[in-house]
């Protein structure tokens, strides 16, 4: 059965790790350890998890407002900068970086809450993971939809027509789920 849903799914395979389920799995609290993952998918996942927090702009938060985007100010002019400033902006671009991957390491050695509720969690810890908490905005956002209903309903209906009504609801639930798996 696991062979069966390794082929399946593709857990061994590298690009699963950037599937949008596998990135909510880490950013969630509560399964961001990802223990029923192989260790090659965790791995590939937490770098995947690990570059889309460093492509979140650092916020400084020095005399923004939450909606400022700073759009009724001119772009600021370029200076000719001598290579001492270029080189102080260089190591302040890689403090930044390790900055980022640090505050993803502290968000996966931080304990899981008890309850599951992944939202209050990052609305109460968005100050301690900013970037990460950006990601799990994100990835865990994704609007409910009823479509996988809907077609559960249609191939219901499919199945149980004038000729077939008085099918047991188990064995109607059976086939369905069948259909459903086996392709």
Known sequence: MRCSLDDRFGMSKAETASHPFVVATVVDPATKGCCQFPETLRKAAYAHVRELIDAVPVADGAGSEPGDDGANEPPAKWTKQDSRS??????????????????????????????????????????????????????????????????????????????????????????????????
């Not at 309903?153 to 086939?175: C, Q």
């Open 86 to 183: 270029a080189s102080l902006r260089f190591l302040a671009t890689t403090l930044t970086s390790a900055r980022l991957t640090h505050e993803f390491e502290r968000y996966i050695a931080a304990p899981e809450p008890e309850d599951s509720d992944a939202l209050q969690w990052w609305s109460k810890h968005a100050d301690s993971y900013p970037q990460t908490a950006q990601v799990a905005r994100q990835y865990l956002s994704v609007p409910a939809t009823s479509a996988q209903s809907e077609r559960q309903f249609s191939a219901a209906g499919r199945l149980v027509s004038k000729l077939r009504s008085r099918l047991d609801p188990d064995r109607v639930d059976t086939i369905i789920f069948l259909y459903k798996n086996m392709a």
